[in-house]
């Protein structure tokens, strides 16, 4: 295999400025996303990803002018998530120059929309994500289900399952978010990661988590992740992307230096 | 001023192309997203990009009246083609139940699931997930003035599930391994495509496009 394994750095935007909260509380500002997105770059991140946590709809255009922005200057791959709820939300931002768009709530209240989006622009555009959270009691069978808003409300949706019809239903690529883990920084759910993605034909994307470089190498050596997705161990400069590289390397990983 | 031409056809963004293209091109260059026959005969160096489906790519080629124009463009000048603008130059297709493409070259796009079976790959077990997508080496298999500036085994971004078999194997220009070997580039005379995206693929990328708007479609 020469196909690297992913270091895709997220940005959490709110009203057009890059912020990162512990679970959704004690939300810091974290800068200018082009200024952000272009520092990732030259750290060598293989993807950059948006997720717009705006919460008026008055304020959903500002998320445009930050990828046109950011698309001018980076050439790298693209991702956009957030409020993506039609085809009209999914090509604008395509046509903004995100080169993927994330589909998360609106997946769960209308599936037909994934098949809808992807038959449109093409699986390769559509990523769906998961925002998943341990059922199971402990010493039961490990089981997972889809929550959504920030994790506060449950579908009854099995995880493994879901993930399994949105990669039939077209998405080219799952990005799987344990609600467990994010923002714990204790690492990734593991065994979360690793049932998803042996489940799926589609690469997944592990998020969740991280605190620490090894916890990325786990994603890819024992989650079995294509890509490992982190936001705020990039953020507040605790470690470059360069550095993340540097020790899935020595890990045995194979990753783009 | 001189010409550069994105064949807009309705199958994908061309921002991205456009931009990285503006990036890199000289100062009497300029850059068009075009879907007009007119502008593709005018211009001095050609990008074909493209995303979707072969079936849809096709269609809209067919409908816009892009087919001759282009086929035209890649015989006499300096052309680029990217991604599904690497595919539509075979003959065939076996995405959306076969589809018959402009045929510049003989040969057949394939899908890698086939190719896996075919070899005996177990796709499941080696973790092969297609989409192919992320960064993967390409081996120069050409001397290229496009791969100038460019270290042999450089990693670019790909997104594809099917891939170009070309009758002719003297037309690889990159080869890539994904389970299988596949040709990731192809080169003849005024013609350069590849597999990957370029204007996706960070300085190696830019790289390679700024030698394309360099190129005066010889091999030297």
Not at chain 1, 86 to 105: E, S, Y
């Amino acid at each position: 295999m020469s196909l690297a394994k992913r270091i895709i750095p997220c940005l959490d935007v709110d009203n057009g400025r890059v912020v990162k909260g512990v679970k959704f509380v004690d939300i810091r500002d974290a800068g200018d996303p082009v200024e952000v997105a272009r520092r990732y770059d030259q750290e060598g991140a293989d993807e950059i990803t948006f997720l717009d946590i705006t919460a008026s709809s008055d304020n959903r255009e500002t998320i445009v002018h930050v990828v046109e922005r950011v698309a001018e200057e980076v050439f790298i791959p693209l991702t956009v998530g957030g409020g993506i709820r039609t085809v009209a939300d999914v090509q604008r931002m395509l046509n903004a120059g995100a080169d993927k768009v994330a589909i998360n709530t609106a997946a769960v209240f209308n599936p037909e929309f994934v098949k809808e989006a992807s038959e449109r622009v093409g699986s390769q555009c559509i990523v769906v994500a998961i925002d998943a959270k341990k059922v199971s009691a402990e010493g039961e069978p490990n089981r997972w289900e889809i929550f959504t808003h920030g994790g506060r409300k449950e579908t009854g949706l099995d995880a493994i399952e879901w993930a399994k019809k949105m990669a039939d239903y077209g998405a080219g690529e799952i990005l799987l978010t344990s609600m467990d883990r994010d923002g714990t920084k204790i690492g990734f759910d593991l065994e979360l990661t690793r049932a998803i993605a042996e489940a799926v034909p589609v690469p997944v994307i592990a998020s969740g988590g991280v605190g620490n470089l090894e916890h990325l190498a786990e994603g890819v050596l024992e989650g079995k992740a294509d890509a490992v997705l982190a936001a705020s161990i990039f953020h507040f400069a605790e470690y470059t992307v360069g550095e993340a590289k540097q020790k899935m390397a020595e890990r045995g990983i194979e990753v783009r230096l | 001023m001189s010409l550069i031409a994105v064949v807009d056809y309705g199958m994908g963004n061309l921002r991205s192309v456009s931009k990285a293209l503006e990036h890199v091109a000289m100062a009497d260059q300029k850059v068009i997203v075009t879907s007009d026959p007119a502008d593709i005969a005018a211009a001095d160096h050609i990008v074909f990009p493209g995303q979707g489906a072969a079936r849809d790519c096709m269609l809209e080629l067919r409908q816009r009246r892009l087919i001759e124009p282009v086929l035209k463009a890649a015989r006499e000048k300096p052309f680029f083609g990217i991604c599904m603008g690497l595919q539509v130059l075979l003959a065939h297709s076996q995405e959306n139940k076969g589809i018959e493409c402009m045929g510049l070259y003989d040969g057949e796009v394939r899908f890698f699931g086939n190719a896996f079976a075919e070899q005996g790959i177990n796709q499941k077990e080696a973790m092969l997930k297609i989409p192919h997508m992320g960064w993967n080496r390409v081996h120069q298999t050409q001397a290229h003035p496009l791969w100038q500036g460019i270290a042999q085994d450089s990693r670019f971004y790909f997104v594809h599930s099917y891939y170009v078999s070309p009758v002719d194997q003297g037309l690889a220009a990159g080869e890539t391994e994904f389970g299988i070997k596949f040709v990731s580039a192809i080169a003849r005379d005024n013609v350069f495509a590849a597999q990957f995206h370029p204007e996706k693929s960070a300085a190696d990328g830019l790289q390679l496009l700024e030698n394309f708007t360099r190129w005066n479609g010889s091999q030297n």
